[in-house]
């Protein structure tokens, strides 16, 4: 029997939120001792696909910090070089803050501390003595649940932020860090760069291209961008996060509004939703622990 629950969304706790799925995948780890370089070939693979930031770690495996693609682009803008890369170790870069939630934390909560942090990614523990993340991306989850009137038109709009085709990437991280976004879509197109791109793009280059010293006057159109999925349709919160999930690296446009991960986690903190989640969410005895 399906539990109704007239708390808003983000009253609710993790554990109420992801019953079966909190804890489904591990961290990626780090020793704190790699060099800038591993990071940023690891942050090129899985950033937005299978999690947001690396977990920084000592040799006996603790957590120490994070690393992720706002620390990465930060200190490339400051440090663009290849010596840099090379020479400097992860633990001199990465935030030194660990963001561990618990089963009990209330969605609100976390989403808070991302917003003052603008890391959306946190660890929690498992079963297997190790961590699982907590990312923008999973909240994809709960929004497929979710059964209410709030279609990709009503989401709050923002300014999309252009780029031209002769930019360098420096404009471009300068662009990203002034206006507090990680893509940027070309001018009169529906092609984006992003954090994720741009690593890929240094990787590729540390291994292929020894010639390169300096990395913010490369231009742009060196790199292969990705496209923005159109959809014509103005889709329910539930519809879009359905077809998000399904993506590599989500990222929906429909008509003047564009939407990210974190579009849908700033929607699922709205008063509206207090709907009772379509399947996942089942109410607890506060006893026996049983499902009611």
Known sequence: M???DKRSISELTLEELFPNTLTDTSCVYIDKGREVWVATEMCAQYLESVVDSIVVVDGDHIPLGIVGGYDLLDNLRKNPTRDFQYETKVEEIMFKVVPEVEKKTKLGDLIEKWKDTRRAFAIIP???DG???VSARKMLEIGAKCKTDISVSSMAKKKIVTFQPDYTLGKIIDLMFEHKTRKLVLENSNQFISDRLIL???????KFQTNVEYFL????SQLKLEYVKTVTEDLTLDRLCSIM???GHPYVMHNDVLVSPWDVCLTLMSENLREPLRVGYQKKCPHCGKDI
Do not use: H, Q, T, W
């Open 2 to 4: 399906k539990a109704f």
């Open 126 to 128: 498992n079963e297997l």
């Open 131 to 133: 961590y699982s993340p």
């Open 245 to 247: 999930e399904k993506m």
């Open 217 to 220: 006057d490369i231009p742009v």
């Open 200 to 206: 890929g793009e240094i990787s590729r280059i540390l």
